[in-house]
């Protein structure tokens, strides 16, 4: 009886609903970033880790809760928005597409297996070793 109760008890352990988002990423080239360098990412305005890596972000699909969390997150709009600053980043070829999985969880599973990736998470903790120290 108590198997069922399991999956529960780890979603319960995971989800980080209500706190500042988690960024996670591969092989950056610095130990701590400023939120606002981070948020340089996520709106495209920067390109390159400190290494010289080409970042890539990647995000959830957007039609989910989190894509909006990070629309809000990263350029104080909402998901449309989001996705039109995107596009037209992408079309004018000032940075390169992001990568879209499905949720949090392939997020995670990208960037741990991908150098330079870069995602954020809302309701899922990362494992620790990618999480990036933001100040």
Known sequence: ???????????????VSGQEPIVIANSTGADEWQTEQIQDIF??????WDN???????LPFNKTESFEKTANWAL????????????????????NAPVFVANEIEII??????????????FTEGPEEFRMQIQ
């Open 43 to 48: 709106i495209g305005e920067r390109s390159f």
């Open 109 to 122: 599973r990208y960037v741990t297996n991908h150098e330079g990736a870069v995602g954020i998470l809302h």
């Open 76 to 95: 104080d709009s909402d998901g449309f928005d989001y996705q039109k600053h995107w596009l037209s980043l992408v079309f004018q070829g000032r940075a």
């Open 52 to 58: 010289d890596k080409p970042v890539t972000v990647v």
């Open 1 to 15: 009886m108590r198997n069922w109760l399991l999956p529960f008890f780890l979603f319960g352990a995971l989800s």
